[in-house]
């Protein structure tokens, strides 16, 4: 029996992860240390992304969304979000997902608020809030926050793989 309870244990905790895409056809890929959204294609490998749940929901602002972390694998990365000249600035650390969710508290530069609607899901900053992840349509260029919301820019994206 505890075995068992240590699998579901471990279970719990894994990331999902998965590729993100856009309504374009368009997938995350690292390029140095920044994301960048390009065209699919045979040549082209996205990154693999992993999001794991904040441990504290209830110490954050309700009725957003699911608050995860979202990472990257090979390289272990995270995205976080950091104050620049007043502007939130969408960045990679080397930072384990794992750490991040085992913290004590939750980490808020990291968390983003997971909001699903049908297929398409938008993350919004919980540092920043009413910033989302967005990105270019015409692609080849870097992931950013923005506040224009499925105006302007892409910032609804559709998470495929492993759930």
């Known amino acids: 029996m505890r075995d068992t309870g240590k699998q579901e244990s471990a279970a719990a905790f894994m990331p999902q992860t ?21 065209p699919r294609s ?6 693999t992304v992993a999001i794991i ?5 209830e110490s954050l602002e309700q009725d957003r969304g699911v608050p ?4 990257i694998q090979d390289p272990d990365m995270c995205l976080f979000c950091e ?6 600035i969408l960045r990679l650390k080397k930072r384990s997902i794992k750490a991040l969710h085992d913290s004590g508290e939750p980490v ?4 983003f608020y997971h909001s699903e609607n049908g297929r398409t899901s938008t993350f919004e900053s919980v540092a920043f809030p009413g910033w989302f992840i967005a990105a270019c349509s015409k692609g080849d260029r870097p992931l950013f926050m923005t506040q224009e919301l499925g105006t302007t820019y892409v910032t609804d994206f559709e998470l495929i793989g492993e759930h």
């Open 18 to 38: 998965g590729e993100v895409s856009d309504l374009y056809q368009q997938v995350w890929i690292l390029q140095g240390e920044t994301l960048v959204i390009v």
């Open 68 to 71: 995860i972390y979202l990472g």
């Open 108 to 111: 808020k530069p990291f968390l």
């Open 53 to 57: 749940p904040c441990k504290y929901p």
């Open 42 to 47: 045979s040549n082209v490998t996205s990154v």
């Open 83 to 88: 104050d620049v000249e007043g502007q939130p």
